[in-house]
């Protein structure tokens, strides 16, 4: 059917009415998993055909388009390994039928919610981002509220959860939020009793939520929407201030002691953020800049980051500094640049040397040290893991070498004098040794 539709629409035109019947005839009877990919996937199609003939637009989609959505919907509360497909027919259909996907506005936002609201592991980081986007692609549709009014709703629901997800984080008791502060959020279920499942499920919704803010942020819209920048760079603060907030917290408790573990998931989101601000607003952001940089400052210097997260910081500074030229440059603290240098660097040690770095940065790390140990060295060989006959500098911390090239490479494209006398010689040393290495 699918071939037959895309190769001969003249004969697609003259079945497409009984086609479409049969296929959401298979979608109601039990069928192993590759059949409903298949039909989802010819469904698809025939969406994509119609939406560019108007006879059919208004033949066959005003009749079959809302049994099609009702459909797909119900299969995916029997089969949750077609979620994805699911979410992507969705997306597609409230972006080429918007009107008449309002009946099913509800049942798809429930969908989403259930996607997104922690209890699905983040393995599955693909589902997570098809939700966020299939729920932003909902603000196109109309009904009740306009386009603005419901990219502010979920927005603002967006932003109340993470700040909710944030008080948990930080161990604040139900009783001890006042409610008179509390804002919007989404109706999600509640968190765990025990702290060792609720505190990493409070994280994975706020990696979830930032989802969603990129997803709104990233879509197009048909109307101008003032977006509230100021809001969205305080909530990357927020972000960003938890460890530090852990680590000036006078409290023992054993919640956390989870913190340094789920850190690096913070910061990204945090980064994510602050990245698609300056992606989407463009010279919009210019007078949150110096807010941005003492945002980077505070990831920089707090906690042992992990490889990933190192790499996501150093490609934001680089965004901003090629967006934004001297004026987001000459704002970067001397300790960001110094950090970009030192991981300039190669490891030449043995496994051994690896070894003994990861012990010192555990001793380090338990005796209460706050801040980042050492340079681009110790942290690289925290994440070492190799044989006794090769070089540490193959493995792990590559990336995070290359992003620093990046960055520092950006800072002396738009404003050299940042890097001082000093820096500058230990940084032509370490690009000399590199190069020696590669001969």
């Known amino acids: 059917m699918k071939q037959t539709a895309l190769q001969s629409p003249p004969l697609f035109l003259e079945n497409a009415a009984k086609w479409t019947t049969s296929l959401l005839a298979i979608l109601g009877k039990p069928e192993i998993t590759p059949i409903y990919q298949a039909v989802l996937q010819t469904l698809a199609a025939f969406l994509d055909i119609v939406r560019e003939v108007p006879s059919l637009r208004r033949e066959i989609a005003s009749a079959q388009v809302p049994r099609i959505n009702q459909g797909i919907l119900a299969l995916a509360e029997k089969n949750t390994e077609l979620t994805d497909t699911v979410l992507e027919l969705l997306m597609c259909s409230a972006s080429w039928y918007p009107s008449l996907f309002r009946p099913s506005i509800d049942k798809t936002e429930a969908l989403c919610l259930r996607v997104l609201d922690g209890t699905m592991a983040r393995s599955s980081a693909k589902t997570c981002a098809h939700a966020a986007q299939c729920l932003a692609s909902l603000g196109g549709v109309g009904g009740k509220m306009t386009v603005e009014e419901r990219w502010f709703h979920y927005a603002q629901l967006a932003l109340g959860t993470i700040d909710l997800c944030i008080e948990h984080v930080m161990c604040k008791d139900v009783g001890q939020i006042d409610d008179t502060s509390s804002k919007p959020h989404f109706e999600l279920p509640p968190f765990s009793d025990s702290f060792v499942v609720s505190i990493p499920q409070a994280v994975d919704r706020i990696a979830s939520m930032t989802d969603l803010l990129v997803a709104l942020l990233s879509r197009p819209v048909a109307v101008d929407i003032p977006i509230p920048v100021d809001v969205l760079v305080s909530i990357a603060s927020k972000l960003a201030l938890i460890p530090v907030r852990i680590a000036s917290s006078k409290s023992t408790r054993a919640e956390f002691d989870m913190i340094p573990m789920l850190t690096p998931e913070i910061q990204r989101s945090s980064v994510r953020i602050l990245a698609t601000l300056a992606i989407s607003l463009g010279n919009y952001m210019i007078p949150y800049l110096s807010a941005v940089a003492r945002t980077v400052t505070v990831i920089n210097t707090r906690y042992v980051a992990s490889p990933t997260a190192q790499v996501a910081l150093y490609a934001l500074v680089k965004l901003y500094i090629e967006r934004y030229d ?78 620093a090239l990046g960055t520092v490479t950006a800072i002396l494209v738009c404003a050299p004098t940042v890097i001082s006398a000093s820096m500058r010689t230990r940084l032509d040393s370490q690009i000399l040794t590199l190069l020696m290495l590669e001969m």
């Open 326 to 403: 001297y004026g987001f440059a000459v704002l970067l603290s001397k300790e960001v640049v110094e950090s970009a240098i030192d991981d300039v660097s190669v490891q030449n040690k043995r496994q051994s040397a690896a070894v003994t770095a990861t012990a010192q940065a555990s001793a380090l790390r338990a005796s209460g040290s706050k801040k980042r140990g050492g340079n681009g060295k110790s942290r690289a060989a925290e994440g070492v893991l190799i044989d006794e006959d090769v070089q540490a500098s193959q493995i792990h911390w590559t990336d995070v070498v290359h992003a």
